[in-house]
């Protein structure tokens, strides 16, 4: 199974050499490293320049004619990879040396999943961290388990995103597979919500590669969460915020991430009106009549006047 790098620089040089040379030297060579340069205006180009020396034919480097941006620089390294396994690196991380072995194995192991992602390390200047979801508070028992039952989109958008582009693999064909083109939002979002909304990502638990903290990131992690204080809440308001109105965030992102698809051809959506119609019920019997009514009149929550002689 061949394997490609897409790599994007932007006056990278203080860190772009230790990732070149971390990439270089894996136990499993990658078989080519495409880099996209959106014009760096220091030694960049001529550090890629020299590796391209040292390693011919092992690097293929593009020089953007004009700035593109994080985005659709990405996009463009993404695409012009030509081999079966498209592993995803920032310029400023640090590979372990079987990162590209195990991804390999993971995928060849498991051909029901389109990609994969796996755990960080977290450095500045030395380890700080020696696992990014644990920082997060999340384990990997956690993440198996939301694979495992098919809802790991559901999580992605419950706590946020919490996979990053530096720790992603995609299968080259999955690109076309699912339309991802002219990507409207950065490469890991929307590759990760893609997949993991068909149930086809993958996770390799264990920390293949150190992601660098530092002020000159384009994307970069928050020390800090803002903290609300939760309004007191009724049981009846509670199991709507907990469910009704997440399954509604939920289906509104699956429509973002696959426009054209019927949502309501989804597990997720079956979930929903489960859930729904359950918070209805806690309705005591005019409550619950108004309210359906409203929800009609203002096309909410997938009510209908059906519902209203239903429920």
Not at 135 to 150: C, D, L, Q
Not at 174 to 189: N, S, T, V
Not at 194 to 210: H, Q, T
Request: charged content about 25%; proline content about 3%; glycine content about 4%.
């Amino acid at each position: 199974m061949r394997v490609s790098v897409a790599l994007c620089t932007y006056n990278g040089e203080q860190y772009l050499s230790e990732q070149l040379d971390s990439i270089v030297n894996q136990t499993l060579p990658a078989d080519e490293v495409v880099i996209c340069d959106d014009g760096s205006s220091d030694q960049t180009i001529q550090i890629l320049s020299d590796y391209q020396a040292k390693y011919p034919g092992l690097f293929r480097v593009f020089q953007n004619e004009t700035n593109l941006g994080f985005i659709k620089n990405f996009e463009k390294a993404i695409r012009l990879c030509e081999h079966p396994v498209i592993i995803i690196s920032d310029q400023d991380d640090v590979w372990k040396d079987n990162k590209v072995a195990e991804t390999v194995n993971f995928l060849q192991k498991n051909p029901q999943f389109d990609g994969v992602f796996h755990d960080l390390k977290l450095i500045d200047g030395q380890i700080i961290q020696p696992s990014y979801l644990n920082w997060k508070g999340i384990s990997h028992k956690e993440v198996i388990h939301e694979i495992e039952h098919n809802i790991l989109f559901e999580a992605l958008v419950r706590k946020g995103s919490f996979i990053l582009g530096c720790a992603l693999a995609i299968r080259k064909e999955a690109l076309q597979k699912y339309g991802m083109q002219d990507f409207p939002i950065a490469h890991d979002y929307y590759i990760v919500q893609k997949l993991s909304s068909k149930n086809k990502l993958g996770f390799i638990p264990a920390s293949l590669s150190s992601y660098r903290l530092h002020p000159n990131q384009v994307y970069g992690l928050r020390y800090k969460s803002e903290k609300r204080e939760e309004q007191k809440m009724t049981g009846t308001e509670k199991y709507f915020k907990e469910n009704v109105w997440l399954y509604t965030k939920i289906l509104e992102r699956y429509k973002e991430i696959n426009p054209g698809e019927d949502e309501k051809e989804t597990t997720i959506y079956s979930k929903f009106i489960r859930k729904r119609d359950t918070y209805l019920k806690m309705l005591n019997f005019t409550e619950r009549k108004l309210y359906i009514l409203k929800c009609i009149r203002h096309q909410y929550l997938y009510l209908t006047l059906t519902d209203l002689f239903r429920l």
